[in-house]
C-alpha cells in the first residue's frame, strides 16, 4: 500500500505561485509512476501533470497548465513537487498526488487519467482570488 500525504496548499492572488508536496512517508519511488490530480465541487477530476519513473522522467501536463506548473521529483527524498505559478482564479481546486506502479509502457497510455492511478492522496486546497 503506498500512503501519499500532500502538503502546500494553500491561500494566493492570482498571479502567485504556490509549491505542492507529495511524500510517500518511506515507500521508495522506484519504480513508481507519480501525478497530480485537481477537482472543484461537481466537477470531474482532472489530470494536471504527470511524471514517469523511467522513461528520462517524462512529464506531462494538461493544456490549461502548460507553461505555468512544473512536475518534478525527487527520488531520493521519496517526494514529488507541483510548482504552481501563474496562478489564476480558476486554478481553484482540491490538488491531490497519486501514484501508479505499472511498467512505464502501460502507464504512458493513460498518464493523465485518473483510471491510471490507484493510490491518491487526501489532497490540499488550492484557492486563488481574483
Known amino acids: 500500500q503506498v500512503q501519499l500525504v500532500e502538503s502546500g496548499g494553500g491561500s494566493v492572488q492570482a498571479g502567485g505561485s504556490l509549491r505542492l508536496s507529495c511524500t510517500t512517508y518511506?515507500?521508495?519511488?522506484?519504480?513508481?509512476?507519480m501525478g497530480w490530480f485537481r477537482q472543484t465541487p461537481g466537477k470531474e477530476r482532472e489530470g494536471v501533470a504527470s511524471?514517469?519513473?523511467?522513461?528520462?522522467?517524462?512529464?506531462y501536463y494538461a493544456a490549461s497548465v502548460t507553461g505555468r506548473f512544473t512536475i518534478s521529483r525527487d527520488n531520493a527524498k521519496h517526494a514529488v513537487y507541483l510548482q504552481l505559478n501563474s496562478l489564476k482564479p480558476e486554478d481553484t481546486a482540491m490538488y491531490y498526488c497519486?501514484?501508479?506502479?505499472?511498467?512505464?509502457?502501460?502507464?504512458?497510455?493513460?498518464?493523465?487519467?485518473?483510471?491510471?492511478?490507484?493510490?491518491w492522496g487526501q489532497g490540499t486546497q488550492v484557492t486563488v482570488s481574483s
Open positions: 497519486v501514484a501508479d506502479r505499472q511498467d512505464y509502457y502501460t502507464w504512458v497510455r493513460g498518464p493523465l487519467m485518473a483510471s491510471t492511478y490507484p493510490y
Open positions: 518511506r515507500y521508495r519511488l522506484s519504480g513508481t509512476n
Open positions: 511524471i514517469a519513473f523511467g522513461g528520462g522522467a517524462e512529464t
